[in-house]
């Protein structure tokens, strides 16, 4: 198999006492959707926040094509290629879908508002809003306030702007949190599509949308891996039942097998 384009080793986040995350070491790669499942506070969104840059760690490494990037700023490893969306959607929705799209090509270009680098600046960055919105199938509505937006077609706006750094590697907070059935099958097949050319780290409480469309399935419990493997293979998992089992009862997600 090819490098890593994200590799994490023995990543580490301490809150005081508590090991949010715990020595995690993972790899991460271009044309895979690699899905993070665990109970609630197995430290998922730790794990991304620190991947991001919206958290410093306490110890361990992060790499992205081979360069150290843990401890940057969210603003350095944003441009150096590491996209992401948060669990609550973050767009302007008194602005339309097509300013949403310019806005996120504009501002996360290096010099974005020194004058004369915009003005040479600006035909790319239209050509780049237009290139993120197909890419989020959300062409055909560029000229619709965002606010009248369904939450899926939201949330797909929220990932065409996360492209407009051109990432590589997409890390994706919940993303189809609070959809229906039709929603999150558009999602899906949008998360296939942005696979093929991006590495995409998922974090999802669907499990029928996480084991239809992810490569590579880890269980956090607790801030350490509990298993990491094709998604049969976490299917098959007694610990991984188990650890599922268990939590279950407080109701706080799915079911692992229906
Ligand atoms: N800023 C913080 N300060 C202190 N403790 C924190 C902080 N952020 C997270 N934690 C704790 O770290 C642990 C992991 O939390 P995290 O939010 O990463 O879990 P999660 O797996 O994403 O959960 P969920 O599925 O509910 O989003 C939890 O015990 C949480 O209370």
Redesign the pocket.
Known sequence: MSEPILRTTELT?H??G?A??NQVSLDFYAGQVHA?L????????????LLSGD?KPSGGEVSLAGCAIEGLSPEKISRMGVGRTY?KTNIFPAFTVFENARLAAQSRRPHAFHLFRHALACGDTLELAEKVLAMGELTHRRNDMAAILSHGEQRQLEIAMALATEPQVLLL??PLAGMGATESAAMVRLLKKLAEDHAILL?E?DMDAVFAVADVVTV?VN?TVLESGSPGAIRASAAVQEAYLGAEEDE??EPLVA
Not at 41 to 48: L, N, V
Request: net charge neutral; aromatic share 6%; hydrophobic share 40%.
């Open positions: 986040k809150f005081g508590l949010a995350v993070l665990g109970p609630n506070g197995a430290g998922k969104s730790t794990f991304i926040n958290l669990q907070d919940e974090v409480h956090m801030g706080s997600h």
